[in-house]
């Protein structure tokens, strides 16, 4: 299933929680649960090694660094493509 959607911050919301992705907190924040996985592969993240947080970052086998010309290239394909896919949908996005 597609959906071409410009949604506000609102709307997404919205439809989060009309598919059970997640409840509204007592604050009126979005709030989710990971499920049996908790935590996150090395390989499956990304965190972009640039100058004002590089030197704050423990840098190693579990925090690797990302190039920002590839962070720029990786975001430009998925605009170019326009498909972003969560669970059994996938979203247009337009610019």
């Known amino acids: 299933m597609v959906e071409k959607l410009k949604l506000s911050n609102d709307e997404l919301i919205i439809k989060a929680l009309e598919q059970n992705e997640g409840v509204l907190a007592e604050n009126g924040a979005l709030t989710v649960t990971t499920g049996l996985r908790t935590g996150r ?7 972009v090694k640039e100058s004002s947080t590089a030197a704050d970052i423990d840098w190693g086998d579990i925090n690797l ?31």
């Open 65 to 95: 660094p990302f190039d920002p010309v590839k962070l720029v290239n990786h975001f430009n394909f998925i605009l170019e493509i326009g498909v972003y896919s969560f669970k059994n949908s996938s979203f247009v996005l337009t610019k």
């Open 41 to 47: 592969s090395p390989n499956d993240r990304f965190i």
